[in-house]
């Protein structure tokens, strides 16, 4: 027994560490990936790479997935990029979706905007309507927008132009935009009208305290404040703390399964073999991977604790328990792209060779069907979604040792 486990884990640790290798080859995503001025697409087209750079002309849609991203070329079509950093520098015909942690966006976009992001610098135009959220969102005073710019954030600064009207929920906003209509703002801070703002419609604001409105700023229309009062009831506030934390828990289920569903996404687009090895070991031997999944899940935090004991061996069970969290959640998408594989197989699929062949578009339509179903299953209440991520990890698992052990032979 001891044996078995020790070369399962030996196996899953040679597994972990092949994902963790840059990838290689056309099939399992370009390290980087540069499109020069001059090239272009005539279809749609789908750029992955830790950085990439596209300079050329995509005629249709053109969607992006990568740690770094600049857009400095024309996108015909709707632009959608999903990085760590993401610049759009360049001209989009048609709408963006950005979600990234950093995003910069300098160029014209003639469609309608919207960003999910951790940090927004806002310096082009925006034809249509902006919508975002972000933890700050800076406007410069070159920055336009066509229509309406709603946004929420913990703080803002909000200049440049709007075309019609401006509403926004944030902790602290900084105004001083030229707005052509209404403009409605909740903030939980102070509000300071700047003395470049110029609003030709009605102001009205929600805060604790009325806005600092410094000298030269513009209001057409009817300033309206109504005041953000701080329950002093104690039901009330309990009231208000249980709604917020249902609140919160409602957005961890959110979050978890866009997340889940993105991660399986990323998996199949940069290791599509890879997750066809894991995912044929759990459909094939579907009570052994299971078992072999147990195992691990038990034996690797009493193999942690242990290694514990000794000084030396400390640094290491702190590495591998971490390891050992994100395995634990690596076990899961596996797991979703089997439940895919095996829908693709019940949609009479069995007798096309061509579709049943290991390939990145299969491993990929796989991992977005399982993953949305496994999703779902997991946000389900009453103790329901818990033993179906439990029993997730645990296939998941038992796969991946399987593949590992393939890998070491």
Excluded at 28 to 39: D, F, L, P, S
Excluded at 43 to 48: I, M, T, Y
Excluded at 90 to 101: A, D, P
Excluded at 211 to 234: C, H, Q, T
């Amino acid at each position: 027994m001891k044996n078995s486990f020790f070369k399962a884990a030996a196996c899953l640790f040679v597994l972990a560490s092949f994902l963790s290798l840059p990838a290689r080859g056309q099939d399992a995503g370009n390290k980087n990936t540069v499109i020069n001025y001059g090239e272009h697409f005539s279809d749609s087209r789908l750029l992955v790479g830790q950085k990439v750079v596209f300079s050329g002309m995509a005629e249709r849609d053109l969607t992006v997935i990568s740690g770094d991203a600049d857009i400095q070329g024309t996108v015909a079509g709707d632009l959608t990029v999903v990085g760590v950093n993401a610049k759009i520098r360049g001209h989009v015909k048609g709408s963006l979706l950005v979600i990234g942690g950093t995003v910069s966006l300098e160029g014209p976009v003639d469609g309608a905007t919207w960003v999910i992001a951790g940090g927004l610098d806002f310096s082009g135009k925006v034809q249509r309507s902006l919508k975002a959220a972000c933890i700050t969102l800076a406007a410069t005073q070159a920055s336009a927008v066509g229509r309406d710019l709603m946004f929420i954030s913990v703080g803002s600064h909000i200049g440049g132009r709007v075309g019609e009207s401006v509403r926004a929920v944030a902790t602290n906003i900084d105004f001083s935009s030229l707005v052509g209509g209404n403009v409605d703002l909740l903030a939980l801070g102070d509000i300071v009208v700047e003395p470049q703002a110029d609003v030709n419609g009605n102001f009205h604001y929600k805060s604790p305290q009325q806005f600092n409105r410094k000298e030269g700023s513009s209001i057409s229309g009817k300033v309206e404040y109504e005041i953000l009062a701080m329950p002093k009831d104690n039901n009330e506030v309990e009231k208000q703390m249980k709604q917020a934390f249902k609140n919160a828990v409602l957005f961890v289920k959110v979050f978890s399964v866009i997340a889940l569903i993105l991660s399986a996404l990323l998996l199949a687009l940069l290791f599509p073999g890879l997750a066809e090895k894991v995912t044929v070991h759990i459909i094939k031997k579907p009570l052994w991977s299971f078992l072999q999944g147990i195992l691990f899940y038990i034996l690797f935090p009493v193999a942690c604790l242990i290694l514990l004991i000794s000084v030396f061996g400390i640094p290491l069970a702190l590495s591998a328990g971490l390891l050992y969290l994100g395995v634990l959640y690596l076990a899961q998408i596996f797991t979703g792209i089997a439940i895919g594989e095996c829908f693709l197989r019940l949609g009479r699929f069995r007798g096309d060779e061509e579709l049943l062949a290991p390939s990145r578009g299969k491993v990929f339509l796989a991992a977005l069907l399982g993953s949305i179903f496994l999703a779902v299953l997991i946000v389900l209440p009453n103790g329901i979604g818990f033993a179906v991520s439990m029993l997730a990890c645990f296939w998941g698992l038992g796969g991946m040792i399987g593949a590992g052990a393939r890998l070491c032979r």
